[in-house]
Structures are given as structure tokens and as C-alpha cells.
């Protein structure tokens, strides 16, 4: 839900610093339309796409308000029909993946939440046993950045071009063939075995 008045902003300031959540922002379109007033949120999106950055609020009521900083990096789900409502600085920083409506004739298996939950728990259990092993080579990764992705794009992709490089196989070719970024990251993958690491840990 998109926060509605400063005091659930703050709530989620301290949310972040506290959890390190992924943030959902549903209906980005309407929360970020020209007649809404959403500064403060738009401020903490644009400021949280890097690792160590922070947003500076006053706290505390009276004589005794100070000037806090909050941590305000963490991974952020923006949905909504139109992207062009981010503004330019703001969709910068994002990686955009296009839904497309099914079509009359298309059928599709129904979601159930129940059901994706139980599927998707083993695989964030076996990613964040496969993170903490691999994160040390991922923070010494440089891969390859295309030259048509702009400077603040790079940034924002070379995490995920540093997974596509330990993943290996169908997860880089594309890129090296040179084909669009944005489009090759929406195109389904055949599962890849990420290679191994030489480091052993005791």
C-alpha cells in the first residue's frame, strides 16, 4: 500500500533500517500521477538504488527534533501500467520487465497463493544458501557492461550481469551476441548449474 501521510513513510524508514525488506509498491502509476504529491517517497526510491545510501529526516517532536539518517537501500518491486509515471530520474535506477495481458485464446494455469508459496520457500532457501557461498566473488565480479546501456544503467545491471557470468551458459550468450539487454532478461532460460567456486569455507 502506498504510504498515505509522513508518520507511514517514517514507519517504513524504520521498516528498512530494522529488516532490510524488499519493498512492494503497488499501482505506481496512480501513486506517482501529476495531480499526487509523493516527494518524500519518490526521494527514498531514487536515493536507495546503491548499496550504503541514506535519507536525513527530522525525528522527534519540539526542541528536541534532530536530524536522523536512515539506511534506505533494500530491493524494491515497483508495479503499475505505465513506467513513464517514474520520471525519468527515478526509472533510470529500475530494471523493466513488460507484462503483456493474456489473450482470449491463451490459457494459463491459475495462481494460487497457497500453492506458489509452498514452491517458491525451498527455492529462496536454496538461493540464500548459494548467496552467502558465492557473495564474496560477486563483490570482486567486473563482467563485461554493453556499451548501449548508459552509465547510471550499468550500474544498476552489473550485479545482475555478475550472476549471469557465474551462472554461465544460456544466462550470458545472449548478451554476448549482443542482444538487447531488456530483452534478453525477459526471455525464459533453461535452468543453469552455476559453476563452483575454488574457495573452500570451513
Not at 9 to 35: C, G, Y
Amino acid at each position: 500500500m502506498p504510504p498515505e501521510s509522513r508518520s507511514e513513510l517514517a514507519a517504513i524508514l524504520d521498516d528498512v533500517a530494522a529488516f532490510l525488506r524488499t519493498f512492494l509498491v503497488d499501482e505506481v502509476d496512480e501513486i506517482f500521477s501529476p495531480k499526487s504529491d509523493r516527494s518524500e517517497l519518490r526521494g527514498l526510491l531514487n536515493a536507495g538504488f546503491h548499496r550504503g545510501a541514506h535519507a536525513i529526516r527530522m525525528v522527534g517532536e519540539g526542541a528536541r527534533m534532530e536530524a536522523k539518517r536512515f539506511p534506505v537501500y533494500c530491493p524494491k518491486l515497483l508495479a503499475g501500467k505505465n513506467s513513464a509515471s517514474l520520471g525519468d530520474p527515478l526509472e533510470s535506477r529500475c530494471v523493466t520487465i513488460t507484462l503483456k495481458p493474456k489473450t482470449r485464446g491463451e490459457q494459463v494455469e491459475r495462481f494460487r497463493r497457497r500453492e506458489a508459496d509452498e514452491q517458491a520457500t525451498p527455492l529462496f532457501e536454496a538461493l540464500r544458501s548459494l548467496a552467502s557461498y558465492l557473495v564474496d566473488e560477486l563483490a570482486l565480479a567486473r563482467p563485461d557492461l554493453p556499451d548501449e546501456l548508459r552509465d547510471r544503467e550499468q550500474d544498476v545491471w552489473e550485479p545482475l550481469l555478475a550472476i549471469a557470468d557465474l551462472a554461465g551458459g544460456a544466462w550470458r550468450d545472449p548478451l554476448d551476441a549482443g542482444e538487447d539487454v531488456a530483452a534478453v532478461v525477459q526471455q525464459p532460460h533453461a535452468p543453469a548449474t552455476p559453476r563452483t567456486s575454488s574457495r573452500s569455507r570451513a
